[in-house]
């Protein structure tokens, strides 16, 4: 079976940095396209990151300069980094897998909360 | 930056009934428009891909159409577990960048 899960989540200060992980089983990080959606509570989903299979990385312009997408093929793990975080980051986390035609989300973990607040 | 608009924002229907959703897109996304389910307290599940293949385990009462600016979801006959919140989405080229409609909420009328 196939599962993504997402941890790492927490209430963090404004300003402060947390890193997201998002282990997954049945498939393997690194051969497929992997990405990070949020949804704020009460709110729409809001695509944040990706990486491609060869290790290019692209960034929702809400997020760039401050997020950082990586992973670690021993661990197959997938990872954001957050840093300079602020009260509009608040949200569930979910790490999701693109489809080969990049068009969709197929696989999605159950999500991690981050609160960003003083 | 293409810009997704669902509508209407709320439907209250009931059970066996046939439900349309609507999906416009600011400019052309030709065909690469994705349809997704969320129920309370969990994840999105992806019901229809590149505007009309459903996804694996979909049940065939969901079905997509459209290309270009127009979309639509349909479910032929409302169960109860299909109560829930439906979102549309696009790929755009280059820079790769994912959108997503503002979603529609289908509720028990």
């Known amino acids: 079976e196939v599962q993504l899960v997402e941890s790492g989540g927490g209430l963090i200060q404004p300003g402060g940095s947390l890193r997201l992980s998002c282990a997954a089983s049945?498939?393997?990080?690194?051969?497929?396209?992997m990405s990070w959606v949020r949804q704020a509570p009460g709110k729409g989903l809001e695509w944040v990151s990706m990486i491609y299979r060869g290790g290019d990385t692209f960034y929702a312009g809400s997020v760039k300069g401050r997020f950082t997408i990586s992973r670690d093929s021993s661990r197959n793990t997938l990872y954001l980094q957050m840093s300079s975080l602020r009260a509009e980051d608040t949200a569930v986390y979910y790490c999701?897998?693109?489809?080969?035609?990049?068009?969709?989300?197929?696989?999605w973990g159950q999500g991690t909360m981050v609160t960003v607040s003083s | 930056e293409i810009v997704l608009t669902q509508s209407p924002a709320t439907l209250s229907l009931s059970p066996g009934e046939r439900v349309t959703l609507s999906c416009r897109a600011s400019q052309s996304v030709r065909r690469s428009l994705a349809w997704y389910q969320q129920k309370p307290g969990q994840a999105p599940r992806l019901l229809i891909y590149d505007a009309s293949d459903r996804a694996t385990g979909i049940p065939a009462r969901f079905s997509g159409s459209g290309s270009g600016t127009d979309f639509t979801l349909t479910i032929s006959s409302l169960e109860p577990e299909d109560f829930a919140v439906y979102y549309c989405?696009?790929?755009?080229?280059?820079?790769?960048?994912?959108?997503f409609g503002q979603g529609t909420r289908v509720e028990v009328k």
């Open positions: 999701a897998r693109i489809t080969d035609g990049e068009t969709a989300f197929d696989i």
């Open positions: 989405q696009q790929r755009s080229n280059w820079p790769p960048t994912w959108t």
């Open positions: 049945g498939l393997i990080v690194s051969n497929n396209y």
